[in-house]
């Protein structure tokens, strides 16, 4: 079955320190990878998407993403972390000649 | 910037009831999105249109349907209301461009629906 996981429910970052908010995918074809972000009470907005090149993406808000086809990750990176960064993460991964996406279970993450 | 409107932010609506949901967007995107979102199972799709009066079912439609008359206007409608659809309804639309491009587009949500069933 196709899938995507966020292993963590929540990660807990100090201001100021680098962030990374993970996410793995297990799908047949080619992958486009895409995160996006909650914030309390709003709808969700598009940060960044991978499709093909560069395995680093960079998005929205100084966020960034790395694509590691081994790893089959899309791991969500931001160096230096603020308090209004403080949302909920959403990966997602659409396939070829798909329109749906498929979504990992989110990843609250709270700057302090 | 694309907007996505929906029409309710907080509804209560009582067993039984017929509810409509409505969402409209500006951009002339052709495909449109309805998701209900609840703690701890992320977002599931209900239904989506890749034009006008198309739909297709996603993961979860039973008890739902949907409307699309006009390209800028998606109904979700829950025939008879329960109280386990009581949920977080976001609708989202994206474009739909040529070729695997239109694979691409991100999705543009609204605020969401927050219904309470009683």
């Known amino acids: 079955a196709q899938s995507v996981a966020q292993p963590e429910d929540q990660v807990n970052v100090a201001e100021g320190n680098p962030l990374t908010v993970k996410c793995t995918y297990s799908v047949s074809g080619n992958p486009y990878l895409f995160w996006y972000v909650q914030y309390p009470n709003r709808g969700l907005q598009f940060l960044l998407k991978?499709?093909?090149?560069d395995n680093l993406v960079k998005g929205s808000y100084g966020f960034e993403a790395e694509f590691n086809k081994s790893q089959t990750s899309f791991h969500l990176k931001k160096p230096s972390a603020l308090v209004s960064d403080s949302a909920l993460y959403f990966c997602a991964v659409r396939l070829d000649s798909n329109y749906q996406l498929i979504w990992g279970g989110g990843t609250k993450l709270s700057i302090k | 910037d694309v907007k996505v409107t929906q029409s309710s932010r907080y509804l209560v609506k009582r067993t039984g009831e017929k509810v409509f949901l409505e969402c409209v967007q500006d951009m002339d995107h052709e495909n449109m999105f309805w998701y209900r979102q609840d703690p701890g199972l992320g977002l599931r799709l209900i239904y989506f249109?890749?034009?006008?009066?198309?739909?297709e079912k996603g993961d979860i439609p039973e008890g739902y349907s949907v409307s699309r008359e006009k390209k800028e206007r998606f109904s979700l409608i829950l025939e008879s209301a329960s109280t386990n659809q009581t949920s977080m309804y976001l609708c989202a639309s994206s474009l739909s461009a040529s070729g695997s491009s239109s694979y691409n587009s991100p999705l543009h949500f609204g605020n969401g629906t927050r219904l309470t069933v009683t």
């Open positions: 249109s890749y034009d006008v009066k198309m739909k």
């Open positions: 991978y499709i093909t090149g």
